[in-house]
């Protein structure tokens, strides 16, 4: 079994910075593409970014790009998103989720295990 568990959320103003971290137990790490995803109130979850087994490939949809970067260490079974210049429409609960796979997606139903979630406002 695989065990994912995020940090970093918080309150931050409009512009400010943050990163998340999910360390993940259980499993090799390297075995698994990881993902990031977002639920925001009201809405369906939905895809942030991923990385590869190997962290050479990333992928990020179209609302982040060029503002938040997944990366990971596998030495330290921890997948990051740094997210920089936030907006309130950021604001939402991000999960992170492993996926047993040599390819990245968006799609949530390919991921085979998913953190709790970390709460991240970003005020106005």
């Known amino acids: 079994q695989v065990q994912l568990v995020e940090s970093g959320g918080g309150l931050v103003q409009a512009g400010g910075s943050l990163t998340l971290s999910c360390e993940v137990s259980g499993r090799t790490f390297s075995s698994y593409a990881m993902g990031w995803f977002r639920q925001a109130p009201g809405k369906e979850r939905e895809f942030v970014a991923a990385?590869?087994?190997?962290?050479?490939?990333?992928l990020y949809a179209d609302s982040v790009k060029g503002r938040f970067t997944i990366s990971r260490d596998n030495a330290k079974n921890t997948v990051y998103l740094q997210m920089n210049s936030l907006k309130p429409e950021d604001t939402a609960v991000y999960y992170c989720a492993a996926d047993y796979t040599a390819v990245i997606r968006t799609a949530m139903s390919g991921y085979d295990y998913w953190g709790q979630g970390t709460q991240v406002t970003v005020s106005s």
């Open positions: 990385i590869s087994r190997s962290g050479s490939r990333t």
